[in-house]
């Protein structure tokens, strides 16, 4: 069974750093595609970042962009989330999620973590 295990979050001051892990217990993590998403209070989930499996190639949504770094450690079977600059807007739950062999869709989910950025 998979399992993503999340990490990191709390409350920042705005202008402030985080940094989420994401743990996911696979043989293969190098056959996923991770994915961040968020959801704040009364809004649709919406994509944050991604990075490809071999972790060459990463990207982020154009809200966050220029803030954001995806990473991954493919030796640990962790997937990482740096923002910066953060504003009062980056408060929501922070989701990970893997899409197995580019499936397109991403099939498993973390348990979600609270970010609040204060002003």
């Known amino acids: 069974q998979v399992q993503l295990v999340q990490s990191g979050g709390g409350l920042v001051q705005a202008g402030g750093s985080l940094r989420l892990s994401c743990a996911i217990s696979?043989?293969?993590?190098?056959?996923?595609?991770m994915g961040w998403f968020r959801q704040a209070p009364g809004k649709e989930r919406e994509f944050v970042a991604a990075i490809s499996r071999s972790g060459t190639s990463t990207n982020c949504a154009d809200s966050v962009k220029g803030r954001c770094t995806i990473s991954r450690d493919n030796a640990d079977n962790t997937v990482y989330l740096q923002m910066n600059s953060l504003k009062p807007e980056d408060t929501a739950v922070y989701y990970c999620a893997a899409n197995l062999d580019n499936s397109g869709r991403y099939d498993y989910w973390g348990q979600g973590t609270q970010v609040t950025v204060s002003s």
């Open positions: 696979v043989r293969t993590f190098n056959r996923y595609t």
